[in-house]
């Protein structure tokens, strides 16, 4: 009747330790796939990952078929030159056991923002293009 069984484990990704008020899908949720691996589990479970609506729940999405930006690597942004040391250095305090979306909104956005204009003023032509194609098609 069952042709093979596998486990896995829930976990959202906001739900990740980080230094951004929040996880996001960067560095802890790469390290969270190498424990699966290790763990030998082999579904990852998440709640949607469509941007939030009404009191910030995953289920109260705005679209079905978005991401949520605020699940957005600031690390990644910085990897590849779109943010700086400098642009994260004013990260809010904040409680590391609970999420508050005001701040975290206020503050994502004011960093997704200087990564735009920093990519808007520094990308290459082939990376301007590759944003230009993904518009034109989504």
């Known amino acids: 009747?069952?042709?093979s069984r596998a486990s896995g484990i829930l976990a959202h990704?906001?739900?990740?330790?980080?230094?951004?008020?929040?996880?996001?899908?960067g560095k802890g949720a790469y390290a969270f796939v190498d424990f699966m691996k290790a763990a030998k589990q082999k579904l990852w479970q998440v709640l949607p990952l469509g941007p939030t609506?009404?009191?910030?729940s995953p289920y109260q999405s705005f679209s079905s078929f978005?991401?949520?930006h605020y699940l957005?690597?600031?690390?990644?942004?910085?990897e590849d030159g779109f943010l700086s040391e400098g642009d994260l250095a004013g990260?809010?305090?904040f409680d590391?056991?609970?999420?508050?979306?005001?701040?975290v909104i206020i503050f994502k956005m004011r960093m997704l923002r200087t990564a735009f204009e920093n990519f808007m003023a520094n990308a290459t032509s082939k990376q301007k293009k590759q944003l230009n194609n993904f518009c034109n098609t989504n």
């Open 96 to 103: 590391p056991h609970r999420i508050d979306y005001g701040p």
């Open 13 to 25: 990704p906001t739900s990740f330790p980080s230094p951004y008020m929040m996880g996001d899908l």
């Open 1 to 3: 009747m069952f042709e």
């Open 72 to 78: 957005i690597s600031f690390d990644r942004l910085k």
């Open 66 to 68: 978005a991401g949520n």
């Open 91 to 93: 990260i809010p305090a």
């Open 53 to 56: 609506g009404y009191g910030d």
